[in-house]
């Protein structure tokens, strides 16, 4: 658990087209401690956090080290949601909330389609979010009472999503008497 009292650390994670920076913008509009929405995919292009750009997949190689040491200060300071789809390189001791974010494999192919991803790289993020890989890579990287599973599917989701997990972070504020 981070240390600080300034704000949470919550990370929203969940294979791509799941939701994430839908829910992140929501939550950082919305919540009642200040958060700021860190796009960590988007940090790695513009920051040049990355070995190389791999054509046939369209992705990045991220540097590991680069990406830690530039989150490093913003996770020790607090309040922010770090929207990505993987989770476990973030430090264990980073994490207040781990948000995993499940959708339909079916619907899930169609978002990517909309996004233009080459083929296979809609088959394979149809085949993580089938065998569930962001899910057990979160449970196995952080307690499981900080993990949770939420169904991101239709609008009536986002909105319960959102709901719960400011009622999280008004325990949290709670919690340390804000
Ligand atoms: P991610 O950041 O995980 O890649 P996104 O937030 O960009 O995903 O969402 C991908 C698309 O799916 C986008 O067009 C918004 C839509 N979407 C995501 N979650 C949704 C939900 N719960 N209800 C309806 N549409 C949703």
Known sequence: MSSSNKGPVIIITGTPGTGKT?????LAQ?????LKHINVGEMV???NLYEAFDEEWQS???DEDKLLDELEPLASA???ILDWHTCEIFPER???LVVVLRCDHTKLWDRLEKRNYPLKKIQENNEAEIMEV???EARSSYPQEIVVELQSERTEDLESNIQRIMQWIEAWKEDRDL
């Open 22 to 26: 839908t829910h992140a913008e929501l």
């Open 30 to 34: 919305e919540s009642p401690v200040p």
């Open 45 to 47: 292009k513009q920051k």
């Open 60 to 62: 990045y190689t991220v």
């Open 78 to 80: 607090g309040g922010i």
């Open 94 to 96: 980073w994490a207040d």
């Open 134 to 136: 962001v899910l057990d």
